[in-house]
């Protein structure tokens, strides 16, 4: 079994050995040359990590800090709490619909009653 691994903002696939390269040239180019904080995702057999980085002045030497973290851990909280967020919107829609038919009907009754 062959591991690919391939980078998201270009277009070339390299061998899972080279993918720390490619961060390293990545990291090199935008954060310690450019000055630059960012992002990219790579996909190591098929499995996609999330590489953040910054740029971090000592002294008067650059350098760079990334972290990286399999997507997969990262998108089920995500993904849970999106799940909640839309429940409790649908929950808070019912309740205003409930609420507008509940004082509609107290008003008709008052209504009934007054020209009684």
Known sequence: VTRRASQTHGNETMDAKEAPTT???????????????????????????????????????????????AKSEVAVPLNAHERITYALIAGLVLLYFATGYVLHRGDGARIRMEND
């Open 23 to 69: 961060i390293v040239k990545l990291i090199q180019k935008e954060c310690l040359d450019m000055g630059r904080n960012g992002t990219a995702q790579v996909a190591v057999d098929d499995s996609p990590i999330l590489v953040a980085y910054v740029p971090v002045l000592l002294g008067e030497n650059r350098h760079g800090l990334a972290v990286g973290h």
